[in-house]
């Protein structure tokens, strides 16, 4: 059951790749960290911020071995800006869910840090254990994103398909990657959030190809049609935000096309054979 459910999550990917070249605001940012010890992985969410509203902050605890919320936290958390405490330490606290959502005020521009202290799980004390994030108010403090080979180790799904880095069409992609998409602003704010969605299945997704042949030759037959799509971008000039939204509403398109249209007309034309044959009957 799980790995048909990660399955399903990789094909969802395939139809939102083509979203890599397309402009990606009003998302949710998203970040998730290990505590110091690896104890448990903290999630932080929140919407864009404005200096002097208040932004809820959405806090979930997750068990690394499982990737499912942990329940009965005791935790502290503690907003501070250049050395000084802006909200907390709050005392500590215990969520039931794993889950909780803190409204925060950030006054002014610039980088926070967001720090949680981890110090009890199901109703037992446990060593402190730390985790901070920053969190950027304003675009003049914004830094440049990180590539997620990078942060991650590169194209897993793809590497596993093609047997290696090195293969034509893993340097496609991260040429593309690096050289088309990176370019524009619109698609770095993208990447940021599909590597937060890709990075939670790849894994499994990969090592599932090594271990069955089979399923490895399906992935490969089913990237193929996206690969040959994205490969148009390698033999046109992009130097705007518009050519960039114009071409990506074109690739995806195509993709549409070839992975939804094409399948349901065949499924039609089937179905319209089959009803004549049964009024000839």
Known sequence: MY???????????????????????????SQTLPTEKGTLDVKL????????????????FINPQTKKIQEHVDY?????KDGKTVFG?????HTSVGSVKIPVEFVNEGVYSVEFEIEGILFQPIPSEKVSFDVTVGESFAQPIPT??????GCLIATATFGSELSSQVQQLRELRDNTILNTKSGMAFMTTFNQFYYSFSPTVADFEREQPIFKEVVKLTLTPMLTSLSILNHVNIDSEQE????????ILMN???????PVFGILKIYQFKRKEDLQL
């Open 148 to 153: 997620p080979e990078d942060k991650k180790g």
């Open 45 to 60: 969410s929140y919407d864009k911020i404005v200096p002097g509203d208040q932004t809820k902050l959405l806090i979930e």
């Open 89 to 93: 330490p709050i005392p500590l606290t």
């Open 76 to 80: 502290k958390i503690t907003v501070s």
């Open 256 to 262: 549409v096309g070839m992975y939804v249209g094409i």
């Open 3 to 29: 790995q048909k459910r990660e399955f399903m999550r990789f094909l969802i990917a395939l139809l939102l790749i083509p979203l890599l070249i397309t402009p990606a605001f009003a998302q949710t940012n």
């Open 244 to 251: 960039m939204l114009g071409y990506g509403i074109g690739i």
